[in-house]
C-alpha cells in the first residue's frame, strides 16, 4: 500500500483504511530518522506522504477523510468520509491535519512538493466561500447556516500550520498566511471561544466539534483545540520575538 494502516476492521467496510490524520504522525518518524542515523524511519514516513498526496486529494485540493486500500494489491477501494458530512464533502479538521502534515513535511524534508500541496490546501481553507467572516469553520466546508457547529480545533490547528508555512515562502504569500493566523487567533482569544477561567470543566477553548456525524463531541472542548492554540500563540509569540 505504501501507507500506515490507521485502524482496524474486519473488513465487511474497509480492508485497509487511511485516514488524512497519519499526516500529523509522520513528524515523528523524521525526527526517529534524525535521532538514530537510521533512515527508514524517514524512508516510510516520505512514502506515506507521496501515496497520500497521490490519492487523498480531489481537484479543488480538499482532501477525501479516508481512502481504503486493498492490501494485496495496493489499489484503492473506496474514498470515504468517517466524521465528514459525506464522501465527497471537506471535513474541516481534515483539512487542517493535511495543512499541518504538508507544511511539516516540507520542514523537515525540504521536498518541493509539500510546500506546494500545503500552499494549495491553504489556499483552498482560506478561499472557502462557506468559511465565516471570523476565520472559524463550520464542522465540515459543505456545511452552512448560523445554527450549524463549528469546529475551533480545526482553526486552531490551522492557525499554527499558516504561521509555521509563513516563514517558508516570501512576497504576498507570507503576508496572507500571517494575517490570517492573526485573524484566526484573534478570534479564538475573543469571548466567542475563549472561556472564562474556572468554567469550560478548564478547558480554554470552547465550540469543537470532534465526530458530528456520531453525535458525538458536538459543540465541546476538545484537547487538541487548546494544544495547538497555545502551540499557535507560542509560535506567534516567537515571530514578534524576532522583529
Known amino acids: 500500500v505504501g501507507c500506515i494502516r490507521s485502524w ?25 530518522s534524525r ?27 480538499s482532501s477525501y477523510h479516508v481512502i481504503d486500500y486493498d492490501p494485496e494489491t495496493g ?5 470515504h468520509t468517517h466524521q465528514g458530512a459525506h464522501h465527497e464533502s471537506a471535513w474541516a479538521r481534515g483539512q487542517a491535519w493535511g495543512l499541518y502534515g504538508y ?27 462557506n468559511l465565516p467572516e471570523d476565520g472559524i469553520p463550520y464542522w465540515d466546508y459543505s456545511v452552512t447556516g448560523t445554527d450549524a457547529p463549528r469546529d475551533a480545533s480545526s482553526a486552531a490547528i490551522t492557525a499554527s500550520a499558516l504561521l509555521e508555512l509563513s516563514g517558508m515562502v516570501g512576497g504576498k504569500d507570507r503576508r496572507r498566511y500571517l494575517e490570517a493566523a492573526e485573524h484566526i487567533l484573534t478570534s ?22 470532534g465526530h458530528f456525524p456520531g453525535n458525538s463531541e458536538i459543540d465541546v472542548p476538545l484537547s487538541y483545540a487548546d494544544y495547538y492554540y497555545v502551540e499557535a500563540l507560542m509560535r506567534y509569540q516567537n515571530l514578534l520575538n524576532q522583529k
Open 8 to 32: 482496524d476492521h474486519n473488513g465487511d467496510k474497509w480492508k485497509f483504511p487511511v485516514i488524512i490524520d497519519n499526516m500529523m504522525n509522520l513528524e515523528f518518524l523524521n525526527w526517529a
Open 35 to 61: 535521532v538514530s542515523g537510521n533512515p527508514k524511519y524517514e524512508d516510510i514516513s516520505v512514502t506515506h506522504a507521496n501515496t497520500t498526496l497521490k490519492n487523498h486529494f480531489r481537484k479543488d485540493n
Open 75 to 79: 489499489a484503492v477501494r473506496n474514498k
Open 103 to 129: 507544511t511539516l513535511m516540507y520542514r523537515d524534508t525540504h521536498k518541493k512538493a509539500y510546500l506546494t500541496q500545503a500552499r494549495k490546501i491553504a489556499a483552498f481553507i482560506l478561499s472557502h466561500p
Open 188 to 209: 479564538l482569544s475573543s469571548p466567542a471561544y475563549r472561556a472564562p477561567i474556572g468554567t469550560n470543566a478548564g478547558f480554554i477553548l470552547m465550540h469543537s466539534t
